[in-house]
């Protein structure tokens, strides 16, 4: 299993998700461009020493990215997906895609993805923050799969 942000905007956010790799045995992919230089010190600040524990592979954009970790199956994040990711059998070999903070993923990237899932969040509200989000979809993915960390 895998986490993949496209074009994350936010070096905290990326830096969280790091660590939520490293501590639940996670590589993380980054699909450029990026809203931040890749060695912005907010990284590191998040990520803290545990981004020495989390393989960490950056792709060039979309296509890259896809050619790359073909066959396994890509699974967007959205809020507009119909499914809940609690309805939803996750694969071990599965990609988590989160799309950037501000407009997530365009539609030709969202048609590309093999399934589209979203949380369960009340109507009043438009969505989570992406690490906040990332740790939820991994934990049930992982909880289903039978890969969470002993």
Same mark, same amino acid.
């Given at each position: 299993m895998r986490i993949a942000l496209y074009e994350p905007e936010i070096a905290g956010n990326v830096g969280a998700i790091l660590r939520l790799g490293a501590c639940m045995g996670v590589d993380v992919d980054l699909i450029e461009p990026m809203g =931040? /230089?890749? #060695? #912005? !010190? *907010? /990284?590191r600040r998040a990520a803290m020493d545990y981004i020495d524990h989390v393989n960490v592979t950056r792709h060039a954009g979309f296509s890259a990215f896809k050619q790359a970790i073909t066959p396994a199956r890509v /699974?967007? =994040? &959205? &809020? !507009?997906?119909?499914q809940y990711v609690h309805d939803f059998r996750f694969e071990p070999n599965d990609v988590l895609l989160f799309g950037k903070e501000s407009a997530? /993923?365009?539609a030709e990237v969202a048609q590309a993805c093999e399934a589209r899932v979203r949380i369960a969040? *009340?109507?009043?509200?438009r969505s989570l923050n992406l690490a906040i989000a990332s740790a939820l979809a991994l934990g049930e993915a992982l909880r289903q799969t039978g890969g969470l960390p002993g």
């Open positions: =931040f /230089v890749w #060695d #912005d !010190k *907010r /990284v /699974v967007l =994040f &959205t &809020t !507009k997906a119909e997530g /993923v365009s969040i *009340r109507p009043q509200v």
